[in-house]
């Protein structure tokens, strides 16, 4: 989901081709993958932990990174502070060592209390009251109390925009009072009533986790690695412990010391030991899934999927048919503009861009029609609680959703630019040049996109940057692009999830990077600004009158200046293998959403039994 998603290596995009995709055949990998008993690499580790013991295939979880590479980053630094191109909290993390205060079943809204019992606002919406759980314990034995969380929010407040999440808590935490050792009261800088929500219960992608103070205090944030096997760093509340580190596999082993199990709030996961290991292609990641080698991690591609399950009918997405395989994931692809530069910050030209894409074509082209157009930041999250009424009226008030070249000349003329003797638009001799610039992952959208910003005389080139490339996100987040090819992520719950990241607060000056990779427009406008400002302060609900009429006010905002053009709703193909477990989330048995980067897929772990 990438929500962020995060500015993450990612996997390798099939090959597009002019005409509808066919089923690629699934070639062998040269990815690692473990044995049927599975010992671990005990290479690139600072400190020797005790031996690893051997644990038998069907009582071991494999799963791939969400993102591809042929090697793991960084495998002895486990900060999850101060890498934004790979983060171990949501790429294994999650799933182990650290557990969320609370967790959200997104796709029913069921709050499911974890670390704390409960949380609760004052009528201002200015003090989160939460309340822990007692008999949670560090994996070192130590309590966990309502310190750890002040010592974390505080840490993240105090070291901002140096960490990764501190942005936020420098803009809304004024400090955590602790009255005792399960009560923990956040105090705001000024009215959110969703800010614990968003922050700290969503278990949703790169939110915050809770850190142990007794390990934490006395260290640099910025350069602490939280890594020593010896010492049984990193330290979390998680059933899993790290015990082997290398860039060919993390190892992660179940402490039946686990508090959860001590206290009878929950039994012991089934896995007795998960292991991350990396995939450098879709097709390789495809092969680790048809020959048993993995269970789940990175989705493939629709075509790579389909063909993988034609020879291994053991794997599974959400979906159980398609063309649609994947469950909403709170993002929608999107082309997005630096309104830093001309000509993207001229509405008429990026008006027009948006009507000489077909969005149809772009799914059936780059996706098998795994994928449906959007034209707003609204996942099918919103579709049936916000959209009905107002918002929807706005959409159809612009129309945006259709490819229409007369629409297309109307906005260019609009913007002074003629059709030059090449059929391009130009002005004063200078051609309109469209990057279709962006990472592997989303690279199936490069190939259409490209052809039909050309055939509507755009001068458009297509760059796919390959999987260790990380200069479209620095360029991206410094304001150093131009036209970027990506997600637009958090459409979780409500409007303002994402119309927020239009705001002015997150375009810093060029050569800064933007708090949020998904928020670095750097568009500007003080009308909308203060609609977003209101909104915030506010209760989002479709009975809240103010709301909605302020929401419809944006909306209308967004869709006539087109600060970024939406494309396809994201719906990965996300896939779980029954060989050696059962018991994956589906359509049918939605009890988490399925994304493995997010931190409620630990409560796939914690349902998953073997089959065998």
């Known amino acids: 989901p990438a929500a962020p998603a995060a500015a993450t290596t990612a996997p390798a995009a099939q090959a597009t081709t002019a005409g509808p995709t066919a089923a690629p055949a699934v070639k062998p990998t040269t990815a690692a993958a473990p044995a049927p008993t599975v010992a671990a690499t005990t290479a690139a580790q600072p400190a020797a932990a005790a031996p690893v013991k051997d ?33 171990h909290q949501r790429e294994s993390g999650d799933k182990t060592v650290y557990e969320d205060l609370v967790y959200t079943n997104l796709n029913t809204g069921e709050i499911i209390p974890w670390q704390a019992e409960s949380f609760k606002y004052n009528d201002a919406f200015t003090t989160i009251t939460v309340k822990l759980r007692k008999g949670v314990t560090w994996s070192d034995g130590e309590p966990f109390t309502s310190k750890d969380v002040k010592f974390t929010l505080e840490m993240l407040r105090d070291n901002a925009p140096d960490l990764t999440y501190s942005t936020v808590y420098k803009e809304w935490l004024k400090g955590v009072d602790t009255p005792d050792e399960l009560t923990a009261v956040l105090n705001l800088t000024k009215p959110n009533p969703r800010f614990f929500e968003e922050n700290l219960a969503r278990g949703w992608e790169n939110h915050q986790v809770v850190m142990p103070e007794h390990i934490w205090r006395g260290q640099d944030p910025k350069t602490f690695t939280n890594f020593d096997l010896a010492k049984g760093w990193p330290v979390g509340t998680g059933a899993y412990k790290l015990v082997s580190s290398s860039p060919q596999q993390m190892v992660y082993d179940r402490r039946d010391d686990w508090w959860g199990a001590k ?66 994931d709170g993002c929608g692809y999107v082309f997005t503009f630096n309104h830093t530069r001309a000509p993207w910050n001229n509405a008429d030209v990026r008006i027009a861009i948006s009507y000489a894409i077909d969005r149809e074509q772009l799914s059936t082209l780059g996706y098998n029609s795994a994928n449906y157009p959007i034209v707003v930041p609204f996942s099918a999250y919103m579709k ?20 229409d070249l007369n629409l297309v000349a109307e906005h260019m003329q609009a913007a002074g630019y003629a059709k030059d003797a090449n059929d391009l638009w130009a002005k004063d001799g200078e051609t309109v040049k469209v990057p279709v610039r962006g ?61 927020q990241d239009l705001h002015s607060k997150n375009g810093p000056p060029v050569g800064q990077k933007c708090p949020y990779i998904i928020a670095c427009t750097r568009y500007s406008n003080p009308e909308y600004d203060k609609l977003i400002d209101d909104m915030t302060a506010m209760v989002g609900s479709p009975d809240n009158p103010k709301y909605m009429d302020d929401a419809a006010k944006a909306l209308d905002i967004y869709l006539r200046d087109m600060p970024e053009i939406m494309l396809l709703e994201e719906l990965h193909a996300v896939v779980f293998n029954n060989t050696y477990w059962k018991g994956w989330p589906s359509e049918k048995d939605p009890y988490v959403a399925p994304y493995p980067p997010w931190e409620a897929w630990y409560l796939i772990i914690n349902k998953l039994q073997p089959t065998q």
């Open 384 to 403: 049936e609680r916000w959209l009905p009424g107002k918002l929807q009226e706005i959409i159809d008030k612009y129309d945006r959703n259709k490819r």
């Open 263 to 328: 206290t009878g709030f929950k039994p012991l996961p089934g896995p007795e030991r998960i292991i991350l290991i990396p995939a450098a292609s879709d097709e390789a990641t495809a092969q680790l899934y048809i020959g048993n080698k993995a269970d789940s991690g990175n989705p493939l591609q629709p075509a790579t999927f389909e063909a993988a399950t034609a020879r291994n009918k053991s794997l599974q997405s959400w979906h159980a048919q398609g063309p649609v395989w994947g469950a909403p």
């Open 55 to 87: 644990v038998p295939r069907n009582r071991t979880l494999v799963v791939t990174p969400w993102g591809q590479g042929a090697e793991i980053a960084n495998p002895n630094n486990y900060n999850i502070y101060i890498s934004t191109t790979w983060n």
């Open 439 to 499: 990472p592997q992952f989303f690279g199936p959208l490069a190939p259409p996109l490209t052809e039909q910003l050309k055939s509507a005389g755009f001068d458009a080139t297509s760059v796919i940057e390959p999987d260790s490339s990380t200069a479209w996100n620095e360029d991206l987040t410094t304001g150093k692009s131009d036209t970027i090819y990506f997600v637009h992520c958090g459409s979780i719950s409500e409007p303002l999830n994402t119309l």
